[in-house]
């Protein structure tokens, strides 16, 4: 869902205190408030009176930081995160993997293999039961369904993991501890956000000796997101 402008200056106002969101103290139209808490309550936000607040069941700094960020909420209801890797964008990453003939690849967050399906003999992992049935039913190499707890090693892993919550920056580290290459989409606020956990990871691939590239910004337009993106490549 795409939230106008004066909405997002509302949000962009707002305090937020652990999983409280305060809306800045001014009197809003009733309409635009009626807009923003339709905002909040969809990224899951309920309204308090008692506490003068919008509470979530988490934190939500980083679901509001992708609000501002693209001008568009995802639903927090949904309980997997699904962007499908567009196609070309999956040939990019299996050229920028630079593959050998017989290296081990793994796709990690396979969703329904459009990676994958560019690398024959690829193994996948998918958390999504949905999605894992569909690898199986097409044929792909499902090894594991929870990538996080997953050790086996490999030469090359290609990877479009989950962005909320910096869980990105976890599998990446993860990938790191089990491929020699990494090829990985990331959210693009590893490249500017000053938190210790992006702090350090930057500070990682610089040590691995690997980079960080922007993406175009309307690169998974065609998934239903504008959320910005980059590539990392280990």
Not at 63 to 77: S, Y
Not at 96 to 101: D, S
Not at 115 to 127: F, N, S, T
Request: with cysteine; hydrophobic share 40%.
């Amino acid at each position: 869902m795409k939230i106008s402008e004066d909405v997002i200056n509302v949000l962009a106002d707002s305090l937020l205190d652990g999983n409280k969101l305060f809306l800045p103290p001014m009197q809003l139209e009733r309409s635009l408030y009626l807009k923003v808490d339709k905002a909040l309550k969809t990224i899951g936000g309920k309204w308090n009176r008692s506490a003068k607040a919008h509470i979530f069941d988490a934190d939500p700094a980083d679901i509001v930081e992708q609000l501002l960020q693209t001008g568009e909420v995802i639903d927090a209801k949904k309980e997997f995160q699904f962007f499908e890797t567009p196609d070309g964008l999956a040939s990019r990453l299996v050229d920028m993997a630079e593959i050998k003939e017989g290296q081990n690849v793994l796709e990690p967050s396979a969703g329904r293999g459009r990676i994958a399906k560019l690398i024959p003999g690829c193994d996948v992992i998918e958390l999504n039961p949905d999605n894992r049935d569909h690898l199986i039913k097409s044929g792909f190499n499902v090894v594991h369904d929870d990538f996080m707890t997953f050790d086996k090693e490999y030469d090359v892993i290609v990877a479009n993991p989950p962005f909320s919550k910096q869980q990105d920056i976890d599998h990446v580290l993860h990938m790191m501890e089990l491929a020699k290459r990494v090829v990985s989409v990331m959210s693009a606020s590893i490249m500017w956000r000053d938190n210790k956990k992006t702090v350090n990871f930057r500070k990682a691939v610089e040590e691995a000796g690997g980079y960080i590239d922007a993406l175009p910004d309307d690169s998974f337009k065609e998934s239903g997101t504008l959320v910005k993106t980059c590539v990392v490549v280990m």
